[in-house]
Structure formats: structure tokens, C-alpha cells
């Protein structure tokens, strides 16, 4: 086996089963399948089928994959060896690919002897990685708790706003990030929220992890007023959620009406938020009203449908359909592709699939794959099986919809139909920016994609 091949096949499937395709195998007891296709070096299928062994067959069968030095393979065995109390195997294992300079393999090197409680080796480990976020990262992460927190302000970069330092601010903000996390778990509070509030915002950019962060340290100590500040500047919904997070248990209302300020602005993730908080207070009607605002303001698609997901719920789903139909309306009649799958989605829940059927049939766009995927899927939930297949099986040589069609088979008992549906092999000779001849040809390397 071939490392880079391997992570080639990996990061787009080619020749191998999709994971979940693999999942439906298992899951209708086609193992016979799953077993075959890993013996034929698919990575997705081996390491399923190794989950059905137990102790040293479940490393025969990845081990092949891990001699390639491959390293999603050398982690997975390196974590079986672990949970096995193998832990020395797991290490030796891992430290090539780490002293090879894996930045990957050196935390997850790192991660295995903080496992084991070795902590002046980790940081000897990952110290001369100071400068790579991702390092520093784990650092703070794998010492917390072992009494090295002053080491670690001395390891990591001082960052403060004016420092003139050449680093990139996104990196400063990470970096005055950790040493915040520092400082907070050291007791010295006031100082992490300093650290915090210098790198929220700079040059017209506010910085949403910086915010975050700053807030949940405010929410921790239970600083109300600086809350309510931050929530009023720079922190918007981010401090807010927190703020009526602290205010929630004694104060409901007021916690409501610190979001319903934000929803209010058009927020569509405060009226969420707002509407989240009122239906777990048994405010049901209220939180409906909310996300019905907000529909009606023209939120996005995701708005429309948790304002449906809640109607449902309540048992209203002629209301859902009636907010569909009314933001159609507002459309001036455009019933288009997005809100028709939303409506479609409201008629199964409430049973009406032969309904949902006929409308997504007699759309302008019912030829398109997506169309069909969806088609197939409701005539699959109606237990119509074959109509569900017939009707993905046009558009399964241009590659749409293929794993849809391989799990519709494997519910049919057609597992080795399944199989060769699924895999796809992708050309190999194409560069970015290259073309094919054939206008139709799915793995088009420009765009549309």
C-alpha cells in the first residue's frame, strides 16, 4: 500500500465505499460484503469490519494500512494499541512519524504520553513548537491540571495590541487566547479578561473567538454588568447568550428579554436563540411568534424551517404549510425549489406523502438531482421501494445520487449491486483548472464543479 495513495483515496472516496454506504452494509448484516472490500484494501470498509472483531484481529486487519506510514491508519491502530493497555505500542508506533516532523503525529504523540501521565515529555516535545498555533494549542490543552501553568506563560509568545510584534493578528488573538486560558485557571482572572478585551476587536474587525471566549470567562466568574457591556458593544449575540444564560434560572424574563433585543435587530440567530429559551420555558406560542417574525422578515431558509419543526411539533402543521405557502405568496407566487422541499418536508411529516409526491412531480424543476434525491427519498419513506430506485436510476451514471441509490439497494437485499454502485472511480490526470471534452462530464475540474 501506498501512503499518499491512500490519503488520496481518503479525502475523496475514489475507488473505496463512502462511509455511510459502509454503515448500511453493517447495519443490514451484509459483513460478508464489508469483509471482501476491505481485503481489497478499502480503508472505510476495514476499519468497519475491524470494529466487529476484538483484540489482536481488529490490528491484523488495519495493520496492513498503518506499515504504509499512512498516518490516518497509524492513529487508529496507535488508539487501539491504547485502549488495550498497550500503551508503550501505541508510542513507539507514533514517534517516527513525530520525529519525522508530522505536526499531526507530534500531538498525537503528545496526547499519548499525557496519557500516561508524562508531562515533562510533552513538553519537551511540543516547547520547540511554540510559533505553530496548533501546537501551542495542544500544549495548554495536555498540561492543564499538572501544575505547570507558569511554565507555560514563559513558553508561549507575549502578545499585548501594541507590541509590534510580526506575527499575524489572527495568530496574536489564538495565542492571547491560550495565555487567557492560562491566566483564568490560574486564578489571575482580572488579567485573562484584560488579555481578552485588548484583542476582541481591531481595525473595524471584531474577532468572534476573542468574543466568545471573553464571554464565557464573564459568564464563569458571573460578571453581569461587564456582560451586559459586552453584549452592548462588540460581544452582540455571543455575550447575550451568555448573559441570559447567568440571568436564565432566577430571572427568565429579563434573560428573554436580553435576546428578543437582538432578534428584534433582525438577527435571525437571536430570534433562534430567543425562540430556543421561550420553548424551553414552556413559552411555546411565544417562541412561534418569534421565528414567525422573523420568517416573515425574510430570514433564511433554516428560519422557515425551525419555525416548522416547532409548528409540527405542536401539532400545527397546516400553520407550517400556511407560512410556506404565505412567504411564497409574498414571492409573488414563486414556489421555488428551496421552499418547495420545505413545504414537501412539512406534508410527510404530517403523512401526506402521496400529496408531497404529486407536488414535487409537477414542479419546474423536478428533473434536477436534488429534486430527485428527495423524490426518492419520501417514495422511500412510504416504503416504495422500487418507484424510490427507479426513479434515481437516470441520473446515476453522471454520479448524482449514488449513494442514496447504493443504501436504497441494500434495504432491497442487493448488496453486491449496491457495491459497485457506490464505488466511484475519479480520473487521476486531471490538474486545476483542466477540462474534459466530454461537456457532461461530472468531475469537471473548474466551475461549475
Request: proline share 3%; glycine share 10%.
Amino acid at each position: 500500500m501506498d501512503s499518499a495513495e491512500l490519503d488520496r483515496r481518503f479525502r475523496t472516496h475514489d475507488g473505496w465505499i463512502p462511509p455511510d454506504v459502509v454503515a448500511a452494509l453493517v447495519e443490514h448484516g451484509h459483513l460478508a460484503q464489508v469483509r471482501a472490500q476491505a481485503e481489497q484494501g478499502d480503508w472505510f470498509c476495514a476499519r468497519a469490519w475491524a470494529r466487529t472483531l476484538s483484540g489482536d484481529q481488529r490490528l491484523e486487519v488495519l495493520r496492513p494500512f498503518a506499515d504504509s506510514g499512512w498516518w490516518a491508519a497509524v492513529e487508529t491502530v496507535a488508539g487501539l494499541l491504547e485502549e488495550s493497555g498497550r500503551s508503550e505500542e501505541a508510542i513507539a508506533l507514533v514517534r517516527p512519524h513525530a520525529e519525522a516532523g508530522d505536526r499531526l503525529a507530534v500531538r498525537g504523540l503528545a496526547e499519548l504520553l499525557a496519557g500516561q501521565g508524562r508531562i515533562d515529555e510533552v513538553i519537551a516535545l511540543l516547547g520547540p513548537g511554540v510559533g505553530d498555533w496548533y501546537l501551542e494549542q495542544a500544549l495548554v490543552d495536555l498540561t492543564e491540571g499538572h501544575g505547570r501553568d507558569e511554565e507555560m506563560l514563559a513558553l508561549l509568545p507575549v502578545v499585548e495590541p501594541e507590541c509590534g510584534c510580526s506575527r499575524h493578528w489572527g495568530d496574536t488573538v489564538r495565542t492571547a487566547g491560550l495565555r487567557a486560558r492560562v491566566l483564568e485557571r490560574m486564578g489571575r482572572v482580572d488579567e485573562a479578561v484584560t488579555l481578552l478585551r485588548a484583542h476582541v476587536h481591531r481595525d473595524n474587525v471584531t474577532y468572534g473567538n476573542a468574543v466568545e471566549q471573553l464571554a464565557d470567562v464573564l459568564a464563569r466568574h458571573g460578571r453581569i454588568t461587564d456582560l451586559r457591556d459586552l453584549a452592548a458593544g462588540y460581544g452582540g449575540l455571543d455575550a447575550a447568550r451568555r448573559l441570559a444564560g447567568l440571568l436564565e434560572e432566577e430571572c427568565p424574563d429579563e434573560a428573554v428579554e436580553v435576546l428578543r433585543t437582538h432578534a428584534a435587530d433582525g438577527s435571525p440567530n437571536a430570534a433562534w436563540c430567543t425562540a430556543e429559551l421561550l420553548r424551553k420555558h414552556g413559552r411555546v406560542d411565544e417562541a412561534i411568534e418569534v421565528l414567525r417574525a422573523a420568517a416573515r422578515r425574510g430570514a433564511d431558509d433554516w428560519i422557515i424551517h425551525e419555525l416548522g419543526e416547532l409548528l409540527v411539533g405542536q401539532g400545527r402543521a397546516d400553520e407550517a404549510l400556511a407560512v410556506v405557502d404565505d412567504i411564497a405568496g409574498r414571492l409573488r407566487g414563486d414556489m421555488g425549489a428551496e421552499l418547495l422541499l420545505e413545504r414537501v418536508r412539512l406534508l410527510a411529516a404530517c403523512g401526506r406523502h402521496g400529496q408531497a409526491v404529486a407536488e414535487l412531480r409537477a414542479h419546474p424543476e423536478a428533473d434536477g438531482w436534488y429534486m430527485a434525491k428527495r423524490l426518492a427519498e419520501l417514495l422511500a419513506e412510504a416504503g416504495r421501494l422500487d418507484e424510490a430506485v427507479a426513479e434515481l436510476r437516470p441520473g446515476i451514471e453522471d454520479g448524482r445520487n449514488r449513494q442514496l441509490m447504493a443504501k436504497l439497494l441494500i434495504r432491497q437485499g442487493r448488496a453486491e449491486e449496491a457495491v459497485t454502485t457506490a464505488r466511484v472511480t475519479r480520473p487521476t490526470t486531471a490538474t486545476w483548472g483542466s477540462t474534459s471534452d466530454d461537456a457532461d462530464d461530472p468531475w469537471s475540474t473548474e466551475p461549475p464543479f
